[in-house]
């Protein structure tokens, strides 16, 4: 049941534009981050299950709704992190749980540096942010631990898979949801995403 869930929406077209250009600042370019961030987090979190929550407004007493589960937010450092405040925003008492990897730049594989997952009490839902699933390398690592863990239910967000990737990422883990604003082309020569937007990581945090 590999189920991708690419966003076909105008603004997520012009959001990615925006992150494509090669003349966007990194202040513009976290702010399309942010925007974009937010709307796959609007399609990745359809499902969450809510409970009934007695409030009272001004007028009269009603039902309202609260998140049952506890939720994790995973992002891979460094981009992921770019993706962790619309997040938040929208689910504050959200935990987040870091994994920091690194891709090799010979081989292109993810190399595991951080990692303080416990080895008990896993969340309920987890949902790994990255911005970028190229060779699908760094997302299934990610995956893998969250499953080590004890995680139930795992979502992947990205902004901008490769095909091959996502091909990989299904074959690991055909029971997880990617969620991803557009999948691109094809990977290059050095397992960059095309015509992607160039190094995440290094566009967020300005060190290019
Ligand atoms: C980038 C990106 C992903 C990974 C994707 O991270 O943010 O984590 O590459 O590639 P993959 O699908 O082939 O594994 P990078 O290694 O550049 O680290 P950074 O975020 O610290 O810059
Ligand atoms: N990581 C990035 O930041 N960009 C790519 O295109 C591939 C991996």
Redesign the pocket.
């Known amino acids: 049941m590999n189920k991708l869930v690419v966003l076909n929406h105008p603004l997520v077209d012009c959001h990615l534009t925006v992150l494509r250009n090669r003349n966007t600042s990194p202040a513009e370019f976290r702010q399309s981050v942010r925007r974009l961030s937010m709307l796959l987090a609007h399609s990745a979190t359809a499902e969450l299950s809510t409970t009934d929550l007695p409030i009272e407004t001004p007028l009269q007493p009603m039902t309202g709704k609260k998140l049952l589960n506890r939720i994790g937010l995973v992002p ?4 992921g992190i770019g993706m962790v405040e619309p997040m938040l925003d929208l689910i504050p008492t959200s935990e987040v749980w870091h994994l920091g ?3 090799d730049e010979a081989t ?1 594989k ?1 190399v595991s540096y951080y990692s303080k997952l416990p080895e008990s009490s896993p969340v309920d839902v987890a949902f790994v942010l ?10 299934s690592m990610a995956c893998q631990a969250l499953i080590d863990w004890g995680v139930p239910s795992i979502k992947m967000l990205s902004i901008i898979a490769a095909p091959e ?1 996502i091909a990989k990422f299904q074959n690991d883990f055909p029971q997880i949801e990617v969620h991803s604003c557009v999948v691109d082309e094809r990977l290059n020569d050095d ?1 960059y995403i095309v015509p992607g937007l160039g ?4 566009r967020i945090f300005n060190t290019l």
Do not use: N, Q, V
């Open positions: 891979i450092l460094r981009a990897l690194y891709r292109a993810p990255d911005p970028m699933l190229a060779t699908g390398g760094s997302a990737g397992s190094d995440a990581g290094d």
